[in-house]
């Protein structure tokens, strides 16, 4: 059936081959990931000078470095001698420049050339001119983001607008200072699902009701299968009996004390496309980092934030972490058991979406754009 058949409650999804063929990721990879923001580390999680990340962006790896000055620079992990990785560790420090194990060329932490071997033989060369290639690198929210593209998008057009879009005002995210919150728990998910398979599921409630019984506890509407998202502004409201956004529904921590009165004893949820999602809650915030590496496999990390009074009290976060560690642990189940089907004879023309899912139609066209664009 096309789409044009299809009756007016349903719409078509992308077809199976989307989600697993990877000429299409590669694709994605070069005129998605390649091309706009990407929110790469945690700015905290660099805090000394020499302290380095590798990112995998796109079909890049990144250096995200802190210099001497203090501040974060990106580079392409890639030697500009004979082009060798640079940097094969995932994280680390060094004193004072990144080095080349092949050949010793050495770089600053600003990524320009200051040493190879017999280069006081080689007056030409312009040690800045053959520095690291750099990558464009904006701090918001208390992570960076980074962009490969020669000229990046406007970052307030895409990253912010999507904020906007969502909550009615991107200002609303200003109540919850989240670059003054400090990191409570971090959790690596390895994900055995195309990217596009998680933002879906992220974006729609539809589900809550079968595989969520303590979210759907803590917010009782989601039962009704209509997540937050699909209302622009709305946060979905605590149950009646919920003190907190625990695993049971008691108490939680320390509120946040920019929050107001129309945000609290809420959720909100947030897609910053294409790997970002902002969870809201009055006493914390969670964000999930999506790290596309093939077709079908996908890394995700998800930190959850809290006020540093709280974190240097000590107090106990295991109820506030438990209750999202076990909606990511199934929703992943979840979009691991659709990745086995999407290479299926009855999944070749795709699916379709319910009118409570029709909002991620437009997810869907946004990423048709950029692939034909």
């Known amino acids: 059936m096309t789409a044009a058949e ?11 081959h989307h989600y697993t063929d990877p000429s299409i990721f590669a694709l994605e990879q070069s005129r998605i990931f390649e091309a706009g923001w990407f929110c790469a580390v945690r700015s905290a999680d660099l805090g000394e000078p020499g302290a380095f990340q590798t990112v995998q962006v796109g079909r890049e790896s990144v250096i995200i470095a802190r210099d001497r000055k203090g501040n974060l620079n990106a580079f392409l992990n890639v030697c500009r001698h004979r082009g060798a990785r640079l940097c094969t560790e995932e ?20 990524g320009k050339l200051i040493a190879a071997p017999n280069l006081g033989g080689m007056p030409d060369v312009d040690r800045d001119q053959y520095g690291l290639n750099r990558v464009h690198l904006r701090e918001w929210l208390g992570y960076a983001w980074v962009c490969l593209a020669e000229e990046p998008p406007s970052f307030d057009d895409t990253v912010v607008a999507d904020v906007a879009q969502r909550l009615g005002d991107a200002g609303e995210l200003d109540a919850y200072d989240i670059a003054a ?20 599921n992220f974006m729609e409630c539809y589900h809550c009701a ?12 989601f039962a009704d299968g209509f997540a937050a998202q699909y209302y622009v502004g709305h946060g979905a409201e605590f149950g009646d009996d919920v003190r907190g956004f625990t695993v049971d529904g008691g108490d939680g ?8 009165e129309h945000q609290d004893r809420r959720y909100y949820a947030i897609t910053v496309r294409p790997q970002v999602f902002i969870n809201l809650v009055p ?8 790290f596309p590496l093939t077709a079908e496999r996908t890394l995700v990390d998800c930190d959850w934030l809290y006020l540093p009074d709280v974190i240097a009290s000590g107090q106990d976060l295991s109820r506030s972490v438990e209750l999202f560690h076990r909606v990511n642990q199934q929703d992943f189940d979840a979009c691991e058991r659709c990745q086995l089907a999407m290479n299926s004879r009855s999944y070749a023309s795709g699916g379709v979406l319910v009118p409570s899912e029709h909002h991620i139609a437009e997810f869907h066209d946004w990423v048709r754009t950029r692939l034909t664009g």
């Open 210 to 221: 079968t595989i969520h019984p303590e979210l759907t506890e803590v917010l009782p509407e």
């Open 253 to 260: 921590l320390q509120q946040l004390p920019g929050v107001a």
């Open 283 to 290: 006493d914390h915030v969670i964000i999930h980092r999506m």
């Open 181 to 200: 919150l400090e990191l409570g728990e971090r959790i690596r998910y390895d994900v055995k699902a195309n990217w596009k398979q998680i933002i879906e």
């Open 6 to 16: 299809l009756p007016h409650s349903l719409l078509a999804t992308l077809p199976g």
């Open 91 to 110: 994280s680390g420090e060094v004193q004072r420049s990144l080095q080349c194990p092949y050949h010793a060329w050495t770089y600053g932490l600003d």
